[in-house]
């Protein structure tokens, strides 16, 4: 039968000194626990009979070394409230050496930095309701190792479906590769492409520095290739590159849908020369204006690799992310996933299976849409007149053109506002032969909803 005692309150690690007696013993070592810091005041101790029981000495021992210790204020004891190590039994030094100070970090009042969304629209309630779900339904086996590298079927087939549906991607669940975010997926995707003696990746000329930089930590080189209002050039893409990574739907920063004349060559390039695209999705989900842009990779599922995210429709925090993989690759994906982290944690992928298939994700993101196209239009009409808008068909994210040179100005402004925002300057590739532009990537959808107006009062204040 098992006892009770022996599965309540929690574990508490004690050194008994030896050659002391059982009582003077644990006393001593409680003393010690309290006196050091290692239990912080407040702790709970396990009741008596639980503590005697882990020592396997007798309760009473234990209850005569307790009493000792409150007459001495180093414990209090409670009805109700259990034995608990006292409030003044100030550590002669703090736990685990020197005390850690956090570092009084405050950063600016207010954010307009791409690369988030809202985060206080995270849909707490519906994640719940389906993680509550999810864990009910979990086969046992699921709280094991991880049996598959590509991750939980149930997951890459609630993707297939909705990606195909959402997206126009050709998702076959078994091509589904799930990985911690998209910058995870690139790192793999990199590491195949080294594996394959890929020395050259492109990139777009205005692209995230931190994953131009992982690519670069990988062995391979990035070339700029240009961007204007049709996006990439695609074009231009010659005979060096192994592969090119692409932000079709919405270019990051610039905003450009790629045009289907650029969409074909880039899938012509690939034909031609054997390379491979990489499409990189990051807010495929959030159209306002248009016909969504569909994903590139329908156009050729043979040789793009098709990445999508979380960060963007749900938290970033999730770090959770998706690779549709051409069937060619499919191997090398899987075991590079094996070398380099796996999966995101189970609960996480089949709480997003259920979030996906019981419908509550196409609600998050259509409320969500809603809440950033009010932004948007919001953030448009308190700066027109005064700078061209471009990038607003979609996104959480838009370009503000400035008067040539005064990016840096603006900048410098935008910190006496106590807003922190960036200039169109901090995405270019520093080989990018591209003319100068002075502009701001202005992430609308990053604030709360309650720093919402402030944010873009102190925006408007820094415009010209
Ligand atoms: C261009 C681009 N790609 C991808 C991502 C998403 O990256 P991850 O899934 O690693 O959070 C972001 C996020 O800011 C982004 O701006």
Redesign the pocket.
């Known amino acids: 039968m098992t006892e009770s005692w022996a599965t309540s309150g929690g574990d508490l690690h004690l050194e008994l000194s030896a050659g002391r007696g059982l009582k003077a013993g644990l006393a001593d070592a409680l003393r010690e626990a309290a006196r050091s810091g290692r239990l912080a005041p407040g702790t709970r101790l396990p009741s008596s009979r639980t503590l005697a029981a882990d020592l396997r000495i007798a309760r009473n021992t234990v209850a005569e070394a307790y009493a000792e210790l409150v007459a001495e204020g180093w414990l209090t004891a409670r009805q109700g409230s259990g034995t608990r190590v006292a409030e003044r039994a100030t550590p002669l030094r703090p736990a685990g050496g020197a005390r850690v100070r956090r570092p009084a970090r405050r950063g600016p009042a207010y954010s307009l930095l791409?690369?988030?969304p809202d985060l206080g629209g995270f849909p707490r309630t519906a994640w719940l309701a389906a993680a509550r779900r999810a864990l009910t339904a979990a086969p046992n086996e699921a709280f094991g190792y991880a049996a598959d590298l590509r991750g939980r079927i149930e997951l890459r087939e609630a993707l297939a479906g909705y990606l195909a549906r959402a997206r126009g991607v050709y998702a076959d669940p078994e091509r589904i590769v799930l990985c911690a975010?998209?910058?995870?997926?690139l790192r793999v995707l990199c590491a195949v492409l080294r594996a394959r003696r890929v020395r050259e990746v492109a990139v777009e000329a205005y692209?995230?520095d931190i994953?131009r930089d992982l690519v670069a930590r990988a062995g391979l080189r990035t070339r700029p290739l240009g961007v204007d209002g049709e996006g990439a050039r695609t074009g231009d893409l010659g005979a060096g590159p192994g592969a090119v990574l692409l932000?079709p739907a919405h270019q990051?920063?610039t905003g450009a849908a790629l045009t289907p004349a650029r969409r074909a060559a880039a899938v012509d390039w690939a034909r031609r020369t054997g390379g491979l695209v990489l499409e990189?999705d990051?807010?495929g989900e959030f159209r306002y204006d248009r016909q969504p842009v569909g994903a590139l990779q329908g156009l050729d599922p043979d040789r793009v690799v098709y990445?999508g995210?979380?960060?963007?429709s749900l938290a970033?925090g999730l770090?959770m992310?998706w690779m549709v993989v051409p069937p060619g690759l499919l191997d090398e994906v899987t075991a590079a996933m094996g070398g380099l982290g796996g999966t995101p944690g189970v609960l996480d992928q089949l709480t997003l299976a259920e979030f996906l298939t019981s419908g509550a994700y196409d609600r998050h993101v259509r409320g969500m849409r809603l809440r950033y196209r009010r932004r948007r239009d919001a953030m448009v009409a308190a700066v027109s007149g005064r700078v061209a808008v471009s990038g607003i068909a979609a996104g959480l994210h838009a370009v503000l053109d400035l008067p040539p040179g005064t990016e840096r100005t603006a900048l410098q402004s935008a910190a006496w506002q106590d807003l922190a925002l960036q200039g169109l300057s901090a995405f270019r590739h520093p080989d990018a032969d591209l003319p100068p532009r002075d502009a701001l990537v202005v992430g609308y959808g990053t604030p709360p909803d309650s720093a919402w107006a402030p944010t873009l009062a102190a925006l408007s204040a820094v415009l010209p």
Request: aromatic share 12%; net charge neutral.
């Open positions: 791409p690369g988030s975010g998209f910058v995870h997926g692209s995230l994953h932000t990051f920063p990189d990051y807010d990445l995210t979380a960060s963007k970033p770090r992310g």
